[in-house]
T-cell receptor, first 115, second 112 residues
Framework: AQSVAQPEDQVNVAEGNPLTVKCTYS??????LFWYVQYPNRGLQFLLK??????LVKGSYGFEAEFNKSQTSFHLKKPSALVSDSALYFC?????????????FGAGTRLFVKA | NAGVTQTPKFRILKIGQSMTLQCTQD?????MYWYRQDPGMGLKLIYY???????DKGEVPNGYNVSRSTTEDFPLRLELAAPSQTSVYFC???????????FGPGTRLTVL
């Protein structure tokens, strides 16, 4: 069965410092991996995805994520956090061999960036 | 291009009442989804559709029904509202050649 775990409910970081939001997954076969961001009272917005190729994926707003197959992880990173990055972040996974509907979302990690 | 729109934004229902949450997308996407978001629980898939006339159950379909008569619209119906259905509901759509889902702004539903 597919699953995705975000081990931290909340991450606190000072503005200008690097940030990491963690995600691990379990899926049969090769994974499609995603990060979405949710701002207050808004729907989820796509940030980036890994399908195949380079393990380091670059996305919107300066975010990037590193796919690590041996550790089954897909951590979200940003070199220098902004206060405006404060939001709820969701990791999601889909097995390559499953249908287009079977995307599993993590419980979310709330990021607080302090000025 | 409005993307995915949902109405209403907020609704309060009494136990046993019924209502329909509306979802429309203007991107000509085949795939459409309904999720519910409960605090600390992430998103749970209620129903999905792979095209007009085709729908199927997700993880938590009990208490809900859907229809997909057109590519654009995917309404979600609650027949007998229960307090356990208090949640934020998101509609999403996806094109056939991409894995990226586009989400609507959500409907916050409270059942008292």
């Amino acid at each position: 069965a597919q699953s995705v775990a975000q081990p931290e409910d909340q991450v606190n970081v000072a503005e200008g410092n690097p940030l990491t939001v963690k995600c691990t997954y379990s899926v049969s076969g090769n994974p499609y991996l995603f990060w979405y961001v949710q701002y207050p009272n808004r729907g989820l917005q796509f940030l980036l995805k890994y399908i195949t190729g380079d393990n380091l994926v670059k996305g919107s707003y300066g975010f990037e994520a590193e796919f690590n197959k041996s550790q089954t992880s897909f951590h979200l990173k940003k070199p220098s956090a902004l206060v405006s990055d404060s939001a709820l972040y969701f990791c999601a996974v889909r097995g390559v061999n499953t249908g287009g509907f079977k995307t599993i979302f993590g419980a979310g990690t709330r990021l607080f960036v302090k000025a | 291009n409005a993307g995915v729109t949902q109405t209403p934004k907020f609704r309060i229902l009494k136990i046993g009442q019924s209502m329909t949450l509306q979802c429309t997308q203007d991107m000509n996407h085949n795939y459409m989804y309904w999720y519910r978001q409960d605090p600390g629980m992430g998103l749970k898939l209620i129903y999905y559709s792979v095209g007009a006339g085709i729908t199927d159950k997700g993880e938590v379909p009990n208490g809900y029904n859907v229809s997909r008569s057109t590519t654009e619209d995917f309404p979600l119906r609650l027949e007998l509202a229960a307090p356990s259905q208090t949640s934020v509901y998101f509609c999403a759509s996806k094109g056939g050649t991409t894995d990226t889902q586009y989400f609507g702004p959500g409907t916050r539903l409270t059942v008292l």
